[in-house]
């Protein structure tokens, strides 16, 4: 039989926002917390009850047709947050992805659509679920309706028919529409009639049956509630009627548009990749379907382009052509590069491709090839040279004269693409068709390098592919006024960056073991404590288990329930820890597990065995701002705020005997860069006369002296501060600080009109990307906004925070990146012996001789702090010890 399930968008998508409070966004910034929470509450539902036909319904606008009958209806609900509001258009384009159909008309409400389809649906005797928030869905349940309203959240949904709405309430579906009229609902800003709540409400239609009933008979009624009554029968039958789901939209879909065969495998999986819904691709397995059976080598199709596969005996007639070498292309298989196999390589002189084996290049014979590789002077071209050089490394091939990476232009070119492999430069490009790497290699388990003959064109093809993008992204970057930027900074950052990777950086694995004894030790206390404390033992890592223990046994309040039980979720616990002392100590033990299995365990995997070293990956290509990544370990987020966590960087040690870490760390660069870019005097001030900016902040928004600023009052100070350079909203600052939104506002509204700078930029940049479609660094690094202008509401206001927020990050990253080039080059002409290791956000990492240190003391910071220059000065703060914990 057919079924047909029916999803109140609007409702379920607030909820999931609300329930999924961790914060969760894109490589871009974009927040998706409430799109995911949706989507897996919509997959649940699919593989449950296993429908025919499914229609999401949204609310179209703000004014609908009730507000002719009332103009105040829903006028009480606050401001949607951008947060959430952003996300509506996110979820739509996902669901049209995933082959799920949605509507939405205007002037009437989602309630309206669902109404109205599920009544047709009915008439037809088809079986209908409505999944929604709001209980005024109850008043459509029938024999063949039935209401799934959610709880805690949308992990968990209670099912009503018309026996369950009579066991809960005693009253029939309809008679719900008479129930809101009595009570009214604050959440629409239906009055119904004061003072009367749900139970009172409920004792009336027990004993009159209907809202006109109750007016019909308010003889039989006494006291303050006659008079209540009696005084706003008017506002009883309005609240009614708006109450009413109106079920006669004029609909033009039709029954096939809403039909449901399954998600389709190629678009659902292209949309999810947008917004990196990773483990939702995983739990569909889609990550197997694409590119399954793809592997076939023989369906490629054969080269024009003319290849020589080179051996022993071609090795002189390469030599010959190198000085005519420009272009070449490094293949290699494994994600992490300090690990991975090369594959093959392809040199190009104009018109004529060189392929050859890791056996051929690293041949007696290929001595001059890989002189050829290792000479500086030699300009090159290819895709991706930071990890070609890297892979180069680990078989002791050396790699210089890195040129021109298409890989790096690309993403200068639109950062937020995530489209940088070769493949998909070309088609972006109007290059000649090349296969997928899937296409030749095979994907994951299947991986396979194939025979010399389809492997050489294939990697000829992208070398070919590289020949034809340099000239064609080079006149782009000039046109972009971006050839400095690339030339000067980011090309020359890529060397510095694999030489950085090269060296690694060492681990004091003894000292790292200790501590992983130390981290166990106090595990071991912590689980006989909080045994002790529930008066049983039970495994601390089944959530199931935890939950009975929390909730069941111990009694404390709910806070959400999920499919399987209770939610103990950290912000879960987090709002628990006021009502038990066994629950900061399961905060605790968390801590330290994570700290012990990703950290201590984590990075004793990740030592090398060549050097014995940890060497971590910088990724340069990834960040919509420009900042860097790091991965294979990522030593960027190793946690702080525990004293464990930092204890961890006591294991980061100097790789000679008698050397010492130095570690030299912007100061609130952000702040800095937003004072100068805003040209605010209140700002400038502070750092011309070097205050504390979140006291001085704390001093003009407040009006009060130095002396009385409390430190609430400089917690605002600094929450408020970094929110304005992170595009923080009112919602936004309240969960920060645990305040109201309206005090949030208030309290950014105060920032604005004493910052007057500050608005100032905020205004003018958002007009200035409006015209242009894009904003940029004052190093000329461009992230571009289609959606600035955009009709959409959600859209446009996502894009405007991101051009005010995007200038200010953007230039923090190239002073950093700057600070890099221009101490790699100090280093030089110091003759120097000290290494860079690390960059770590704001924060730059050093091994130092002993007979150096004093000169880096002072060379490091007048480096950094000379990287651009401001309107206010730069500052950097060094500090050195025998670890890294020491150093800071």
């Known amino acids: 039989m057919e079924k047909f399930l029916l999803i109140d968008g609007n409702s379920i998508i607030y909820r999931a926002f609300f329930a999924m409070q961790q914060p969760m966004t894109t490589k871009s910034g974009q927040h998706t917390n409430a799109v995911y929470g949706f989507t897996n509450m919509l997959i649940r539902l699919l593989e449950e009850e296993k429908p025919t036909h499914v229609m999401v319904a949204f609310d179209a606008g703000k004014i609908t047709f009730r507000h002719t009958t009332y103009g105040d209806y829903k006028g009480g609900r606050q401001k949607t947050p951008p947060e959430l509001s952003e996300q509506f258009p996110l979820l739509k384009e996902l669901l049209t992805g995933l082959g799920i159909t949605y509507y939405e008309l205007d002037t009437y409400e989602a309630d309206d659509i669902i109404g109205t389809l599920s009544r047709t649906a009915e008439e037809k005797g088809r079986n209908v679920?409505?999944?929604?928030?709001?209980?005024?869905?109850?008043?459509?349940?029938?024999?063949?309706?039935?209401?799934?309203?959610?709880?805690?959240?949308?992990?968990?949904?209670?099912?009503?028919?018309?026996?369950?709405?009579?066991e809960r309430y005693g009253l029939t579906p309809a008679q719900i529409i008479d129930l809101k009229g009595l009570m009214g609902d604050t959440s629409d800003n239906i009055p119904g009639i004061p003072g009367v709540g749900e139970k009172t409400a409920l004792k009336l239609l027990h004993q009159f049956g209907s809202?006109?009933?109750?007016?019909?008979?308010?003889?039989?009624?006494?006291?303050?509630?006659?008079?209540?009554?009696?005084?706003?029968?008017?506002?009883?039958?309005?609240?009614?009627?708006?109450?009413?789901?109106?079920?006669?939209?004029?609909?033009?879909?039709?029954?096939?548009?809403?039909?449901?065969?399954?998600?389709?495998?190629?678009?659902?999986?292209?949309?999810?990749?947008?917004?990196?819904?990773?483990?939702?691709?995983?739990?569909?397995?889609?990550?197997?379907?694409?590119?399954?059976?793809?592997?076939?080598?023989?369906?490629?199709?054969?080269?024009?382009?003319?290849v020589t596969i080179v051996g022993e005996e071609q090795l002189p007639e390469l030599e010959k052509v190198l000085n005519t070498v420009e272009v070449l292309h490094i293949e290699s298989h494994g994600d992490n590069p300090h690990h991975a196999e090369l594959v093959g390589i392809v040199l190009s002189a104009p018109d004529q491709y060189y392929f050859m084996t890791p056996e051929t290049l690293l041949s007696e014979g290929a001595a001059g090839v890989r002189a050829w590789l290792a000479d500086g002077s030699i300009p090159k071209h290819g895709h991706d040279l930071h990890r070609a050089d890297l892979v180069l490394h680990w078989i002791d091939i050396p790699f210089a004269g890195a040129s021109f990476d298409v890989q790096i232009a690309a993403y200068l070119l639109d950062p937020t693409e995530s489209g940088q492999s070769l493949n998909a430069l070309g088609?972006?490009?109007?290059?000649?068709?090349?296969?997928?790497?899937?296409?030749?290699?095979?994907?994951?388990?299947?991986?396979?390098?194939?025979?010399?003959?389809?492997?050489?064109?294939?990697?000829?093809?992208?070398?070919?592919?590289?020949?034809?993008?340099?000239?064609?992204?080079?006149?782009?970057?000039?046109?972009?006024?971006?050839?400095?930027?690339?030339?000067?900074?980011?090309?020359?950052?890529?060397?510095?960056?694999?030489?950085?990777?090269?060296q690694g950086v060492a681990i004091n694995t003894d000292e790292l073991r200790e501590l992983g004894k130390e981290f166990e030790q106090k595990i071991n206390v912590l689980v006989t404590e909080i045994h002790g404390m529930a008066g049983v033992e039970f495994n601390l890592n089944s959530p199931k288990q935890l939950g009975e223990i929390?909730?069941?046994?111990?009694?404390?309040?709910?806070?959400?329930?999920?499919?399987?039980?209770?939610?103990?979720?950290?912000?879960?616990?987090?709002?628990?820890?006021?009502?038990?002392?066994?629950?900061?100590?399961?905060?605790?033990?968390?801590?330290?597990?994570?700290?012990?299995?990703?950290?201590?365990?984590?990075?004793?995997?990740?030592?090398?065995?060549?050097?014995?070293?940890?060497?971590?990956?910088?990724?340069?290509?990834?960040?919509?701002?420009?900042?860097?990544?790091?991965?294979?370990?990522?030593?960027?987020?190793?946690?702080?705020?525990?004293?464990?966590?930092?204890?961890?960087?006591?294991?980061?040690?100097?790789?000679?005997s008698g050397w010492s870490i130095l570690s030299s760390d912007y100061s609130q660069i952000e702040l800095r860069v937003l004072a100068h870019m805003a040209d605010d005097p209140g700002l400038k001030d502070a750092f011309l006369h070097d205050m504390d900016i979140h006291t001085k902040t704390a001093m003009d928004v407040f009006g009060v002296t130095k002396e009385q600023v409390d430190g609430n009052m400089r917690r605002s100070a600094k929450a408020v501060n970094f929110g304005i350079v992170y595009g923080i909203s009112d919602y936004g600052l309240s969960q920060n600080l645990g305040i109201t939104r309206k005090e949030a506002g208030d309290f950014i509204s105060q920032y604005l009109e004493v910052f007057k700078g500050v608005s100032r930029y905020m205004d003018d940049i958002v007009i200035e990307a409006k015209k242009d479609g894009f904003v940029k660094t004052m190093l000329e690094r461009r992230r571009y906004l289609p959606d600035i202008n955009s009709s959409n509401f959600n859209l446009r206001s996502f894009a405007n925070r991101t051009a005010m927020n995007t200038p200010i990050q953007g230039t923090a990253a190239d002073i950093i990146k700057l600070a890099m080039v221009h101490m790699d080059q100090a280093l030089k002409d110091h003759k120097l012996n000290s290494r860079m290791l690390l960059q770590v956000h704001d924060e730059l990492v050093f091994e130092v001789p002993a007979n150096e240190m004093e000169q880096m003391k002072k060379l490091v910071p007048e480096v950094m702090e000379k990287a651009l220059s401001l309107s206010v000065p730069l500052k950097a703060e060094v500090s050195y010890g025998a670890n890294w914990y020491e150093a800071k």
Request: charged letters at 30%; hydrophobic letters at 40%.
């Open 129 to 166: 679920l409505i999944v929604s928030g709001d209980k005024d869905m109850l008043q459509l349940a029938s024999d063949h309706v039935k209401i799934a309203l959610t709880r805690k959240g949308v992990s968990d949904i209670e099912p009503y028919g018309p026996a369950e709405i009579e």
């Open 211 to 306: 809202v006109e009933e109750v007016l019909a008979n308010t003889d039989q009624l006494k006291g303050k509630m006659k008079e209540k009554v009696e005084a706003h029968a008017d506002d009883a039958r309005m609240s009614k009627e708006l109450a009413t789901i109106f079920r006669d939209v004029p609909f033009d879909a039709t029954w096939e548009s809403m039909k449901y065969d399954g998600f389709n495998p190629v678009t659902s999986i292209v949309a999810l990749r947008k917004l990196e819904f990773n483990s939702i691709i995983q739990r569909l397995n889609l990550s197997e379907l694409d590119g399954e059976d793809l592997h076939d080598p023989a369906q490629v199709e054969a080269s024009e382009l003319e």
């Open 427 to 502: 088609a972006k490009y109007g290059l000649p068709h090349m296969p997928e790497d899937e296409t030749v290699f095979g994907k994951g388990a299947k991986y396979k390098v194939p025979e010399e003959e389809i492997l050489s064109h294939h990697l000829a093809r992208k070398t070919a592919a590289i020949r034809e993008l340099v000239p064609l992204q080079r006149e782009q970057l000039e046109q972009n006024e971006m050839t400095s930027l690339f030339d000067d900074l980011e090309m020359p950052l890529s060397r510095i960056l694999a030489d950085m990777e090269k």
């Open 550 to 656: 929390l909730f069941d046994r111990l009694g404390l309040p709910v806070e959400k329930k999920t499919k399987t039980g209770y939610s103990t979720s950290a912000d879960v616990l987090e709002k628990l820890a006021p009502y038990h002392d066994i629950v900061q100590l399961i905060l605790v033990y968390r801590q330290l597990a994570k700290l012990q299995s990703t950290y201590v365990e984590g990075l004793l995997k990740e030592v090398h065995p060549k050097s014995g070293k940890v060497h971590t990956f910088f990724r340069q290509t990834i960040t919509a701002t420009g900042r860097l990544s790091s991965q294979f370990p990522n030593l960027q987020n190793i946690p702080i705020r525990l004293e464990e966590g930092r204890k961890l960087r006591k294991v980061f040690v100097p790789s000679e």
